[in-house]
C-alpha cells in the first residue's frame, strides 16, 4: 500500500479551553472516499480546516502529500492548497457571476492558461456535472441541486488530488440529494480522487464511502466499511446510524433537570 494522501497522527484541537478534538489519528489512502460523521459539534468540520491550515493543531502531526503542515510557510501552505478542492456546504457560489464564470475562477486565480484553453476546461467540468448547457446562467436561476453540481465542478476545476465536501447533501430534495451523492462518487472514482465528506446523511453515506469515521465526545468512536458500520453492535454506532434517542449521546443537554429549574425540587 502506499503512503496515504492525507495522515493525522496524535491531534489535538480546541478553541480556548473548550477541547473539540482530542488524540486524533487516522489516515485516507489516494483514491479513498471517506464519509466524516457525528453529532453537531463533534470537530467534523474542524477536521477540514486542519487539512487546510485554515487552523492549526495543538498537538500531534499533519500530513498531507508527505508534507507535514506544521513545517511549511506561508508559501509552502498556498502550493499545497492548489492539491485541494473544497465543496462548502451550500456551494458557495459568487452570486454575481455566471455559472461559467464561477467555474473558470480558480482556473484565472491560480494558473496563467489562455482564455481559449479556459473556456475548454470549463466546459469539459460542466459537462462533467450534466450542465455544461447552464454556463451562461447565473446562480439564482438554478435549482439547489443545479447550484451544488456547478459548485462541484468549480471545486474540481484545477483537477486536484483531495477533494474536501462539507454537508453537500444539506437543503437538497430527495431526488437532488441522489443525484449529487451518485455524482460524487463517480467523480471521485473516475478522476482517483482522495475525498473526505463531511455529512449527516447517513443512507448516501453507507451507499457511496469507501470507509467511515464516527466521531463523538472529540473522538473517533468507529472507524470502518459502511458493512462493518451496518453489521456493528457498538451502542454508539447503533445510535447514531439507526438515529435513535437511546444510547451513549443524551438527548437532553447535561445540567439541572427540569424540576429544579422550576423550583419544583424544593422539598
Known amino acids: 500500500m502506499t503512503d496515504p494522501i ?8 480546541g478553541y480556548g479551553s473548550r477541547p473539540i478534538l482530542q488524540d486524533l489519528s487516522f489516515s485516507v489512502q489516494q483514491g479513498e472516499l471517506l464519509a466524516i460523521m ?59 457571476l455566471t455559472v461559467f464564470e464561477n467555474v473558470a475562477f480558480p482556473l484565472r486565480e491560480h494558473t496563467r492558461l489562455p482564455e481559449r484553453m ?58 437532488s440529494l441522489g443525484t449529487v451523492a451518485r455524482l460524487l462518487s463517480q467523480l471521485s472514482k473516475a ?27 472529540g473522538r473517533i468512536m468507529a472507524l470502518g466499511t459502511p458493512a462493518s458500520m451496518r453489521q456493528s453492535e457498538d451502542p454508539f454506532v447503533r445510535q447514531f446510524i439507526d438515529g435513535s434517542e437511546k444510547g451513549p449521546v443524551p438527548f437532553h443537554a447535561p445540567g439541572p433537570g427540569l424540576g429544579a429549574l422550576l423550583g419544583l425540587d424544593r422539598g
Do not use: N, Y
Not at 492525507?6 to 484541537?13: A, K, M, Q
Not at 456535472?129 to 465542478?153: K, N, Q
Open 6 to 13: 492525507i495522515r493525522f497522527d496524535g491531534v489535538d484541537f
Open 191 to 217: 478522476l482517483g480522487l482522495s475525498t473526505l465528506l463531511v455529512t449527516h446523511d447517513v443512507e448516501e453515506s453507507l451507499a457511496i464511502a469507501d470507509r467511515i469515521m464516527l466521531l463523538g465526545q
Open 118 to 175: 479556459i473556456r475548454d476546461l470549463v466546459l469539459m467540468k460542466l459537462h462533467a456535472v450534466g450542465l455544461h448547457a447552464v454556463a451562461e446562467r447565473m446562480p439564482s436561476e438554478l435549482s439547489g441541486g443545479m447550484a451544488r453540481r456547478v459548485a462541484l465542478a468549480r471545486a474540481i476545476a484545477l483537477d486536484p488530488p483531495i477533494l474536501m465536501c462539507d454537508e453537500p447533501f444539506a437543503g437538497l430534495d430527495p431526488i
Open 38 to 96: 457525528g453529532g453537531s459539534g463533534s470537530g467534523k468540520t474542524t477536521i477540514l480546516r486542519l487539512i487546510g491550515a485554515l487552523v492549526r493543531q495543538q498537538r500531534g502531526s499533519i500530513r498531507v502529500r508527505s508534507q507535514a503542515l506544521e513545517g511549511l510557510d506561508a508559501d509552502g501552505l498556498r502550493a499545497l492548497r492548489r492539491h485541494m478542492g473544497m465543496l462548502f456546504q451550500g456551494g458557495a457560489l459568487f452570486t454575481d
